[in-house]
């Protein structure tokens, strides 16, 4: 017993010796502003659960089943199967997601942040922002930021050059607050205190480079849009209306969704300075507005990473119509990082979505007062929808940052008096602003080509496209219970025939296995199915068009940054292939293509909206339905996929979207809409030929 209890007494020394394992969580616990190194601690401190891995790569398996584009995506057809980068050129859109899933079960990983970043980014190398996994354990729970969001600007030579935006300082100082005296005090020697002086600052290397090397750096794994040109501007800053005001987008190089870089060295040339100085900038990481305050590593799981009573669907009819009543007026578990104002799943119901899905959440930085217009908008406004008259007394202009608001009724009442309320003050021209237009309701993007067109052959029965789905297994399963068996008695679900019209726009009824007659077709060398082609789903409209036009489609222009998606890429396409309405892209390379719009889809969805309709029709025990997540994962998918207008028998998702002219920006006008709407109208309406700076695509 004597020789017992000395040992017990050895080991209780001993351990009281160890160390105590370091909390990487606790450590940064309750700070809103940390290093990345710290971040990048707290999340790597995870290990792989093997279950949990297995169940997250049996959901995507089987959920990407009703994804209408996989087989498109293992190699994409021109203009997107190549790109040509900096200093090589590669596949554009070439993802087998299947294989790679296969070959992420097999890996080993150091930590479940290592694994969630390999799914992460082999979905975004599909460059399709309907298409995604989003895991709020580790996506934008740190948001990464520096106080010097980019541009591309051109002189008046048509050089360009990547440069700080001149607004720098004061977007940062507004949005950052105390934290600015970080990046104050870090400076060099004279520069010490003086952020504001790099203003507008020429960038001559990143990290002793080419700027353009980290800019198509950026586009290899930032996704989100086919277009390489696109990915391009996602780099640099830009702006777009808000649905309570004009707001700022750093850009992916001041702005990033993981914690993954520390610092970034940059060789710069300000503005009235002939010397060349060096800074080393870090990046701050700040704790994002959605995820979940913690005090340690377990409530940091507890509070972030584990499936919710959200992050799952519901059976419909296996609830009180109280609970189904409260369940439909909450958001969907995707909406903070839908990039449209959230709406509930009721509006996405009864008005179908067709939304860009991106990592991070919509901004919320405001656009500095001095850059916004200074004139007030029409009383019309609504929301998202914003009315302007130009000083020239001839050119309104739209600004629109979303195809979605919060009430579906005003907001296409709202784009009616708008622009009638336009044509009144004496507008003949007008100009449609949708940079960085997520989408958004798919029947606002029918109305309003509608009313700006008139009623003619391209706007009536549908001012739309023709759709499509897959058609699985588990997909005909799903419609025959609702058809043999009665089992949505109340259309609560998207595979009910009757929310469906046929190829000539007549209703399918209740009886109908509208899914037949499948279309077998070989994509890519893989077999796939698809269901008959589906018409239109919106008129006759809530509201009365009015019969004629209240513009001439010449007279109409759309712009944007070429962030352009989803719903408002099916308004952008109609517009310019069926109308001729011309389209501009501000700020691109002028080496590169500039599409006026990506990522087209045709009506977009959820992991939790998919499980919903299995679970209501009870085939959740089904082989082919996936299980639940054990993660707080929310997965994005192309639900429905748009025929093409030039090759009809071709999905609109790959077609060529040039946009007619590439209009770089100056120092004076980026980032200020009212003086790129004038710009726009001077240029494209009064000038017989293009100037100079003017680039054709065409």
């Keep these: 017993m004597a020789l017992l209890g000395i040992l017990a007494l050895v080991a209780l020394a001993t351990a009281k010796l160890a160390p105590t394992p370091l909390d990487h969580c606790a450590a940064i616990a309750g700070k809103q502003w940390v290093s990345p190194l710290e971040a990048r601690a707290c999340m790597h401190s995870f290990p792989v659960h093997t279950n949990v891995k297995e169940n997250i790569i049996e959901v995507l398996n089987k959920t990407i089943a009703m994804h209408t584009s996989v087989n498109y995506q293992i190699s994409a057809p021109k203009p997107f199967d190549k790109a040509r980068y900096y200093l090589f050129s590669c596949n554009d859109v070439h993802e087998d997601l299947h294989k790679d899933l296969a070959r992420i079960r097999q890996q080993d990983y150091q930590s479940e942040f290592e694994f969630h970043l390999d799914v992460f980014h082999t979905f975004r190398r599909l460059n399709d922002g309907h298409c995604v996994v989003i895991n709020y354990c580790y996506d934008s729970l740190y948001i990464s930021y520096l106080p010097t969001p980019l541009v591309l600007l051109t002189a008046a030579d048509g050089q360009q050059n990547v440069h700080i935006a001149p607004e720098a300082f004061t977007v940062a100082s507004a949005e950052f607050g105390e934290e600015i005296e970080f990046w104050q005090s870090i400076l060099p020697g004279k520069l010490r205190g003086q952020l504001e002086t790099l203003n507008g600052a020429q960038v001559l290397t990143i990290n002793d480079q080419d700027p353009f090397v980290t800019v198509d750096m950026n586009a290899l794994v930032t996704g989100g849009y086919q277009s390489f040109g696109t990915r391009q501007n996602s780099f640099f800053s830009s702006y777009y209306r808000g649905a309570n005001g004009w707001l700022y987008q750093m850009g992916n190089f001041a702005q990033q969704v993981h914690p993954l870089t520390d610092v970034v060295k940059l060789t710069i040339k300000r503005v009235n300075s002939t010397s060349i100085d060096i800074v080393t900038l870090p990046y701050r990481s700040r704790f994002g507005r959605a995820s979940k ?72 930085i405001d656009l500095p007062e001095v850059m916004q217009p200074s004139e007030p908008a029409l009383n019309e406004s609504y929301n998202v929808a914003q009315f302007y008259m130009l000083n020239d007394n001839a050119t309104g202009v739209l600004a629109l940052g979303s195809f979605s608001a919060a009430n579906f009724s005003a907001f296409q009442h709202s784009l009616l008096d708008g622009l009638v309320k336009l044509k009144s003050l004496g507008s003949t021209r007008l ?7 997520g989408g958004g309701f798919i029947c606002i993007a029918h109305w309003l080509h509608r009313i700006i067109i008139g009623s003619k052959a391209t706007t009536e029965p549908q001012a739309g496209l023709d759709t499509t789905i897959r058609a699985g297994p588990l997909a005909q399963l799903i419609v025959r219970r609702i058809v043999k068996d009665d089992m949505d008695p109340d259309t609560l679900l998207y595979y009910n025939p009757t929310q469906w019209t046929n190829a000539s726009h007549v209703p399918f009824t209740a009886e109908t296995e509208w899914l037949n007659p499948l279309q077998n077709l070989t994509i890519n060398g893989h077999e796939d199915n698809f269901s008959q082609r589906l018409g239109q789903e919106c008129q006759p409209f809530d509201v009365e068009p009015p019969q004629k036009g209240l513009f001439i489609a010449k007279d109409v222009v759309i712009i944007s940054n070429g962030r352009c998606a989803s719903s408002c890429s099916l308004f952008s396409i109609t517009m310019s292939k069926l109308e001729g309405v011309r389209t501009v892209v501000v700020g691109g390379k002028q080496e590169t293509p500039q599409q006026y719009c990506g990522v087209v889809g045709g009506q977009s969805t959820d992991f939790s909206t998919i499980d919903t309709e299995i679970k209501s029709v009870r085939l ?8 639940d997540f054990m993660a707080n994962i929310v997965q994005g998918i192309t639900w429905r996929l748009g025929y093409a207008i030039d090759d009809p028998l071709e999905p609109e998702e790959w077609q060529n979207h040039p946009a007619d002219i590439n209009l770089p920006l100056t120092m004076e006008m980026v980032n200020r809409p009212v003086a790129i709407w004038e710009a726009v109208s001077n ?16």
């Design 431 to 437: 100009v449609v602003d949708v940079t960085n237009n």
């Design 683 to 698: 240029e494209v309406f009064r000038t017989a030929t293009p100037p100079p700076l003017l680039v054709q695509n065409k």
């Design 293 to 364: 305050n913690f005090t340690d590593s377990a409530s940091y799981r507890a509070n972030n990473c584990l499936a919710t009573n959200e992050t799952n669907g519901v059976d419909m009819y296996a609830v009180s119509p109280s609970i189904r009543q409260q369940t439909s007026e909450k958001p969907l578990p995707i909406a903070y990082f839908q990039q449209q104002p959230p709406i509930s799943r009721k509006e996405a119901r009864r008005h179908p979505v067709n939304v860009l899905v991106d990592a991070l959440p919509l901004s919320d």
């Design 620 to 627: 959740k025990n089904n082989t082919l339905a996936p299980p």
